[in-house]
C-alpha cells in the first residue's frame, strides 16, 4: 500500500518546511517537494496535509499495558490499555510497564499484550520488573530475558524512595543496572533501568551513588515521575545538567498540582531554561497507572487512573502556553524516547524510518490524523481502527 502525505509543514522533529512524504507499506521511502503522484504507482492513497503539521508518532515509555494500581484491594485494579486510546493520543510506539503488583500482574502478561498491540497495528515493548526486587523474570535471569524475549529492552519500573518499594539496598539496585547493562549489550537492546521515584526524601541518592561508585553510567537509568513535587524536580535539574535522563509524567490531577506537583509543560520550560537538552527529557503518561492518593500514614484515600492521551495534551500546553518552540517540545515525545530506549526506526521522520507520523492542525496543534507502520488508524480526527474487542 502507498499513501502520499501532500504539502505537510514537517517538523522531523527539526524543522524541514514543506515537504511531500512517501509511504511504502511500513516504510517511509521518500521525502522532498512535488511529488508526481498522478499516474505513478498503484492505489496510491493521497491525504492533503496543506495545513497540518507531520510530526513523528509518539513514542510513550511508561505504560500500564496490562493496567495497574491495586493499592486499595483488588477493585482498584485498573483496566488494561486499548488500542483506540494510543490512537486518539497519537501514541504509535508504547513500552509497558507492570507497578505495583506483581503477583496478578506477571511479565508473561506484559509481553503477550504487547505482541497483542503490534498485530493490531502499532509497536510494543515492555519492560521485565516491578517496584519489587528481586526482578521476576521469565528466563531466570534479567540478562536471559532481554537476550532472549523479543519484546523485553529493559528493567522497571523499580521503586526507589518510596513507600511501596521492596527497600532495597544500594548494592541490590547496582547488581540489577549492571544485570541490564550487559543482557542489553548481549541483545543489542537498550537495557535501560525505569525507576519510579516516590516522594521519599532520598530522592535519587541511590542512582548517584551507584554511578559514582561503580563503572555504571547515568545514561544507564532513566528515573520517572521527577515532576512529583518540587524538591524533586529541582534535584532533577541538577542530575539532567549532570549528564542523567529524567522522565516527566504527564498524567495527572488538579489535586496534586495543587498540593505541588509540576505540570510537564512548566517542568519542560524550566529544563529548557536551566540549560537541558531536549535530548536528556522525555515526557511519558503512566497511561492505565493508578494515580493513588495517599495520606501522611500511607493510607489510600482515592484513586483515578493516567490517560495516554494526557501525553502530547502536555507538549501542546508547554508551546501553547508555556511559549517552547514546537521544535523543541517534540523530542520529548519522539526522539528522546525513542533513543532512550532504542528503537530502530522510532521517533523521527527519515526515509527507511517506519512510517509513523502524526498530522496537528496548525493553528491548534490538535491531533487530526495518525498513522503506524503505513496504516491510517485516525483519519480527520474519525477512529478508523479499535481493539479486536472494542465495541
Known sequence: MFVLVKNATV????????????????????????????????DLEVLD????FAVPGFVDGHVHLCGGG?????????????????????????????????????????????????????????LVGSYQLPVKTLTGSVEGD????????????????????????????????????VGGMLAGKAG?????????????????????????????FLPTHMNRNPSLFEEGIRYAQ???????????????????????????????EAGVPPERISFSSDGQGSLPDFDAAGTLKGLTVGSVESLFEAVREAVLTEGVPLAEALPVVTSTPATVYKLPGKGALRRGFDADLVLLDRETLHISSVLARGRILLRNGTLLAKGTFEA
Not at 105 to 118: E, P, S, Y
Not at 248 to 271: N, Y
Open 242 to 272: 549532570g549528564g542523567g535522563f529524567v522522565d516527566l509524567t504527564t498524567s495527572t490531577t488538579r489535586k496534586f498540582l495543587e498540593e505541588g506537583e509540576v505540570s510537564c509543560a512548566e517542568a519542560l520550560r524550566r529544563l529548557l
Open 192 to 220: 535501560v533501568v525505569n525507576v519510579h521515584l516516590g516522594d521519599g526524601p532520598r530522592g535519587l541518592d541511590f542512582l548517584r551513588r551507584i554511578c559514582a561508585e561503580t563503572e555504571i553510567p547515568l545514561s544507564q
Open 11 to 42: 517538523y522531523a522533529p527539526e524543522p524541514l518546511g514543506r515537504r511531500d512524504i512517501l509511504l511504502a507499506g511500513e516504510r517511509i521511502a521518500w521525502m522532498g517537494q512535488d511529488f508526481p503522484e498522478n499516474g505513478t504507482l498503484p
Open 70 to 126: 491495586g493499592e486499595g484491594g483488588f477493585a482498584t485494579r485498573t483496566p488494561e490499555i486499548a488500542l483506540s486510546s494510543l490512537v486518539r493520543g497519537g501514541v504509535t510506539s508504547v513500552v509497558g510497564v507492570l507497578g505495583t503488583d506483581s503477583v496478578t500482574r506477571t511479565t508473561a502478561n506484559l509481553v503477550a499484550k504487547a505482541r497483542g498491540l503490534v498485530e493490531e497495528g502499532v509497536s510494543a515493548w515492555c
Open 49 to 52: 496535509a496543506s495545513d497540518l
Open 146 to 181: 532481554l537476550v532472549l524475549v523479543d519484546r523485553i529492552i529493559g528493567v522497571g519500573e523499580i521503586a526507589l524512595s518510596d513507600h511501596r518499594s521492596s527497600q532495597p539496598l544500594v548494592e541490590e539496585v547496582a547488581k540489577v543496572a549492571a544485570a541490564a547493562r
